[in-house]
């Protein structure tokens, strides 16, 4: 069988006058898809050997991807719990926290996928887990950007600053040459030494700029003044402090007389003697010839584009971004061709949120992300405006498709439940209907999902699910279990049926299984007439037991002339009533007995009524004659002895 991925590549489907066709069979999580061909009688040959399986969502089979689902899921419940009542100013801190946790988790288990492909033998699981590492950067490049831009907000100063974390969080290739350089011998003549430098001043990590020059400074004493008079700049280039008393006013003006300092140079022509030198002094001033010169050190056009702010526009408004990352994208790209991940990025770029999601939707494997995503966005009150047209909003649209995905899998199901849980429109259908889906392969797992449809108030799934467990626990003959779970499901024909099971294995063997179950059925005995008479029978037998042998009797005569008994039982309880009969004490009155004596004539009638069968023996006939004898017999002796004793208690 050949697996294929969620989104296999095209397949052309040849026509219907060629013969051939595809053929489709849905399971509960995914697709078999066959080649059919249509042949002429007479026709031979074999047919197509391959069948492929399309699966619905691969990535909740991947155990460390389940740690993801699994961790996120809390952080789903308790964002639901953020009150209402609050104003969402107030609620922002709580929400930028919520986010940074998401992100957390989607590091957690990308350094995770990563430790394991390094570490496997096989070359096909190594580049499978560094496909999905690859994925996970991209959403957390992407959940990053939606927090800096959506959630937190940034006002004009503070979103530099923001912009400049984001691309150096997912810019780590830096440090890894730098600590590459400095543990050689002579960092300063290092082949990768300048490149580590001007990769730097692209970040804007001017501290490490600065301690890096300093190697090549002591290296290089003619040269000494140049050096320092970098050092300077460097260290004057001012940085917007939010908390701090400075406006964003001040900010500009003293950010424009350190540019303009910085163009003095570059026109006194202070580093033309140094070629490192004067390109770092270009980059600072600005110049993107020069920044894209050294392309191979820039990541992507969205680090151009934050280094261009940087150097060019750090006061740049949210509402400006989408013009500067535009031009950077198009000044960047060699080809107008561009992947999904960037177009994903300019929509966020343009504050387009509802095109970010639908990229999103189209170009992930699952719906995690966007579901995840665009529940947050909602209660930020991001996408209030957005309802689509079949009456579910997008939130809840996006969260549906998620958890019916998780409810294919063996134990994440149970995730999904509370997804649905906070759907108010349309998740407690959906709930309804996935949870009947459910394979329960074990009684523990029939336990949880009846809890769940308990504490939900879903009656009708309770009964369907505990239907289904009586009867499988009445095929394999384990009548307690199908009494319970039919008392649990408040059937009582199947109740009935099941006591019937109990009676007829008595009668086999003599004695009562699941004596535990019996004994303490309580008011759940009241369910059917036949589960009373069980409940009562045994505890005939237990008054017997205690010698209790008036209560006994009692109880015992109550069941026939109630006619609670079955018909077909009155000759067993009959029976039964023998060794009360055969006491040396009497324990039946007069008037009981002339009641047993009424009920065996009823019975005894109604048998020599009803013809007997042709393959019957003649052996069972002589021994229900030779009872009824004996049962005569017995209450002519007690009536006897009932009336002598009544009448010497009357004297």
């Not at 003697?273 to 770092?280: A, F, G, K, P, R």
Request: charged share 25%; proline share 4%; glycine share 4%.
């Amino acid at each position: 069988m050949e697996e294929v991925d969620v989104e296999p590549a095209v397949t052309n489907i040849p026509a219907a006058g060629r013969g051939k066709h595809l053929g489709f069979a849905w399971g509960p999580g995914d697709i078999l898809v066959y080649e059919t061909h249509l042949k002429p009688k007479d026709a031979k040959g074999p047919g197509s050997p391959f069948i492929h399986e399309v699966q619905k969502d691969e990535d909740i089979y991947s155990p460390i991807l389940r740690k993801l689902f699994n961790e996120s899921h809390h952080i789903f419940v308790g964002l639901q719990t953020i009150g209402d009542e609050l104003p969402s100013k107030n609620k922002k801190p709580q929400f930028v926290s919520v986010s940074k946790n998401y992100r957390s988790v989607i590091r957690a288990c990308m350094e995770e996928l990563q430790q394991v492909a390094v570490s496997s033998q096989d070359a096909q699981i190594a580049s499978q887990y560094e496909n999905q590492v690859s994925i996970l950067l991209a959403i957390e490049l992407i959940w990053n950007l939606c927090e800096v831009l959506f959630i937190d907000a940034a006002p004009a100063g503070s979103l530099l600053l923001h912009l400049l974390d984001w691309v150096r969080l997912h810019k780590t290739d830096d440090d890894v040459k730098m600590r590459d350089v400095l543990q050689s011998e002579s960092p300063a003549e290092h082949h990768s030494y300048w490149d580590v430098v001007v990769s730097y001043v692209l970040q804007g990590r001017l501290e490490e700029t600065r301690q890096m020059l300093v190697k090549q400074a002591n290296r290089q004493p003619a040269a000494k003044n140049m050096y320092k008079l970098m050092d300077t700049l460097l260290s004057k280039m001012p940085f917007y402090n939010p908390s701090g008393t400075q406006t964003l006013t001040e900010f500009d003006v003293k950010w424009r007389h350190w540019h303009e300092e910085i163009e003095r140079c570059l026109q006194d022509n202070s580093f033309a003697s140094n070629q490192h030198l004067e390109t770092i002094c270009k980059i600072l001033s600005g110049d993107v010839d020069t920044i894209l010169e050294h392309k191979n050190l820039l990541s992507s056009w969205y680090h151009f584009l934050v280094t261009r702010l940087l150097y060019m526009h750090p006061t740049v408004k949210p509402t400006e971004l989408h013009f500067y990352a535009q031009t950077s994208l198009s000044m960047f790209m060699e080809t107008s061709v561009t992947e999904p991940l960037d177009s994903i990025l300019l929509a966020a770029f343009e504050f387009d949120i509802h095109q970010v999601i639908k990229d999103c939707s189209f170009a992930l494997s699952n719906w995690w992300f966007v579901a995840h995503l665009t529940d947050l966005l909602d209660h930020c009150n991001l996408l209030t405006s957005h309802n689509l047209h079949f009456g579910s909003n997008l939130r809840e649209f996006l969260l549906l498709e998620y958890a019916s995905g998780l409810f294919t899998h063996h134990s994440l199901w149970q995730l999904a439940v509370d997804y649905f849980d906070h759907c108010p429109e349309f998740g407690r259908v959906y709930l309804e209907l996935q949870i009947e889906r459910v394979p329960l392969d074990t009684e523990r797992k029939a336990l949880k999902v009846l809890r769940i449809c308990e504490q939900r108030q879903m009656s009708e799934q309770v009964r369907s699910i505990c239907k289904i467990m009586a009867m499988r626990a009445l095929r394999n003959n384990r009548l307690g279990s199908a009494l319970s779970w039919s008392i649990r499901a408040k059937d009582a024909a199947f109740a009935t049926l099941i006591s019937e099971r109990f009676l007829q294995d008595y009668c086999t063997k003599g004695t009562f299984s699941d004596l535990d179950l019996i004994d303490n059925l309580g008011p759940a005995m009241l369910l059917s007439d036949r589960l009373t008479f069980l409940g009562k029978y045994r505890e005939f037998h237990k008054l017997y037991g205690e010698k209790r042998f008036a209560d006994a009797a009692k109880l015992l005569l109550s069941l026939m002339t109630a006619k609670i008994a079955p018909r077909s039982f009155w000759m067993t309880l009959l029976t039964d009533a023998l060794p009360l009969l055969e006491q040396t004490e009497v324990i039946f009155s007069a008037d009981q007995t002339y009641e047993l004596m009424y009920c065996l004539e009823e019975l005894t009638s109604s048998l020599n009524k009803t013809a007997p069968s042709p393959g019957q023996p003649m052996q069972d006939d002589e021994i229900e004659v030779t009872k009824v004898e004996l049962l005569r017999l017995a209450l002519a002796r007690n009536l006897a002895l009932a009336i002598v004793k009544e009448g010497t208690v009357e004297a």
